[in-house]
Nanobody, 114 residues
């Protein structure tokens, strides 16, 4: 079955850290660029980070540069998003995406609040 399953979200205090995971199945993961998006309440979905098939190139939106890091493990068919120094404005549902397949996971909720 072709799918993406995100995990690792939750409630965290400002300044804290979380690591999101996305497990992929049903397609050749190692050959695909992967992306993390997020959608905050009342806002449009935005690209957070992108990683090429072999992890040689990444790009982050300005609001998360220096705080979020995307990585992948092709042996485990997984992509990760390490989020540090979290801010309340990072509160959102975070989605994993395969742009070439137009494939989305169901998302994992991250809430940053004291």
């Amino acid at each position: 079955q072709v799918q993406l399953v995100e995990s690792g979200g939750g409630l965290v205090q400002p300044g804290g850290s979380l690591r999101l995971s996305c497990a992929a199945s049903g397609f050749t993961f190692s050959s695909k660029t992967m992306r993390w998006y997020r959608q905050a309440p009342g806002k449009e979905r935005e690209l957070v980070a992108s990683i090429s098939s072999v992890g040689l190139s990444t790009s982050n939106t300005n609001s998360v540069k220096g705080r979020f890091t995307i990585s992948r493990d092709n042996a485990k068919n997984a992509v990760y998003l390490q989020m540090n120094s979290l801010k309340p404005e990072d509160t959102a549902v975070y989605y994993c995406n395969v742009p070439l397949l137009a494939l989305w996971g169901k998302g994992t909720l991250v809430t940053v609040s004291s």
